[in-house]
């Protein structure tokens, strides 16, 4: 890692701007927003124009098993990879920033850094990293945890979308092969710099430019289901019942007052509520909902997730419902690497912008890639804070400084001489 001062390496602003909205085009709905599930067609088309883009960068272009898409430029030293780049997948109704601009910043960065100085001395890859979001199947950070070796052996058939296909029905589909899945597993690199928005409203409410994370948040996701009896909505008197909906009601509501006691920056969310049997004149006999919880502190998450199931029996023995509470995952909150977030300081200095250190309450690719390698991110601004909506957006000034920070510190990690170590 570079010592001396890191000199600015400046990407090419409306080239990167261009990049955004070519593939903001992929998978963009009529109402807006846009939708690109793990293994779809707009999926697929989006991994093909991001290998196009690597490829017209000048980079070796290769697919792996699940489908994470990489761009190479080989260094002439013997020593780890170094590895950028983000996710290409979304949420439903997404932006067309979240993880796309992480991948787009590390092509041009790349590409920046070649035109000043030649092939790198540690060799580089940009990654398109094949989902983040958990888009189609309860499986966030599949291409990360594909690449460390960290996928269940029975993930691919037991995982199922909305409509009942399997992960490895839907690999087969875009001309995978779930039996060679394995083969994505790699341990040449030893680093990870990922650009992305904040998501948030730190860095416009402070006015400052860059964000460098510190520590990004823990989560766990929760299914709830609530039992109760299934009744005539007319003949049922009120004092009789066993209505589902209601109990869950209850505990929807309960399970934001937990987050909000616990205060910033505990989080909690319900959503993906079903109701059954479903119908106008019935009492609801069953519901189930999810829960997001998050913490950068696991012991208070621990106790965020003891108060939201408390509360949830309670209410249930209250009511005279049954619950069952299920930690469907969990991700332990992860300190950045000391090392590259310095890189990244000096980089932002370097290229004259502000900046500030911050948590990120999103989960990102960097929290599992942390686990095995040294791991870094910096945020540019989303204006009005606004994330996982059709309304995200980041100006391209900001997405520009961002990539050439983010090229200053791949330079300085990967292209600086030995004698600057
Ligand atoms: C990913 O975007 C998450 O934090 O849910
Ligand atoms: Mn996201
Ligand atoms: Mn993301």
Redesign the pocket.
Known sequence: MSGGPAAAVRVDEARLTGLVEQLARVGAQPGGGIIRPLYSPAWREAQDMVAAFMADAGFDVREDAVGNVFGRLSGDVDEPVVLTGSHIDT?VHGGAY??ALGVLSAIVAVQACAAASGMPRRTVEVVSLCE???SRFPA?YFGTRSILGLVGADEPEQLVDAEGVTLADAARSVGLDPARFGEASRDDFDSFLELHVE?GRTLVDSGLEIGIVDVI?G?VWVEVVVEGRTDHAGATVMTNRRDALQGAARMVAAVESVALQEGHPAVATTDVVRVYPGGANIVPGRVEFTI?A?HSDSAVLDRMLTAMREHCEAIAAERGVEVTVRALKETPPRDLDAGLRSVLRQAADACGASWRDLP?????DSQTMGTRVAAAMLFVPSVDGR??SPAEYSTPEDCARGASVLATALHAHAWAPLSAE
């Open positions: 949420v979240d993880g983040e979001e958990s966030n998501q948040t989560l997001d998050r990120s309450g999103a989960g990102h994330s996982h």
